[in-house]
Nanobody
Framework: QAQLVESGGGLVQAGGSLRLSCADS????????MGWFRQAPGKERVFVAA????????DYADSVKGRFTISRDNRKNTVYLQMNSLKQEDTAVYHC????????????????????WGQGTLVTVSS
């Protein structure tokens, strides 16, 4: 079972950058598809990005394409989310997720596709 811990959130001005990290201590990281979701206050948790077992399989929400980059380091059991050109509407709690159900376009946008979740890290973008 994946055990996920996020870090790297904080307060940043619009136009700035942050890099989130998510470390897995469950021992099976290299066999997991990894993803990021976010949840703004009073709203549902929504898909941000996903990465397959290999770096070249990635998928993004339309709202973050061209600004965010997901990557993984299987030696460090860590997945990253590099966020550039941040906007106020990016303000949310960002959650890391893991799944053994595979890298499946479309299905990965649903929270039900994911087996494990981190507690989240807060990203606040100010004007």
């Amino acid at each position: 079972q994946a055990q996920l811990v996020e870090s790297g959130g904080g307060l940043v001005q619009a136009g700035g950058s942050l890099r989130l990290s998510c470390a897995d201590s469950g021992g099976t990281f290299s066999s997991l598809v990894m993803g990021w979701f976010r949840q703004a206050p009073g709203k549902e948790r929504v898909f941000v990005a996903a990465i397959g077992l290999l770096d070249h399989n990635t998928d993004y929400a339309d709202s973050v394409k061209g600004r965010f980059t997901i990557s993984r380091d299987n030696r460090k059991n860590t997945v990253y989310l590099q966020m550039n050109s941040l906007k106020q509407e990016d303000t949310a709690v960002y959650h890391c997720a893991a799944t053994r159900r595979g890298y499946i376009l479309g299905r990965m946008k649903s929270t039900s596709h994911w087996d494990a979740w981190g507690q989240g890290t807060l990203v606040t973008v100010s004007s």
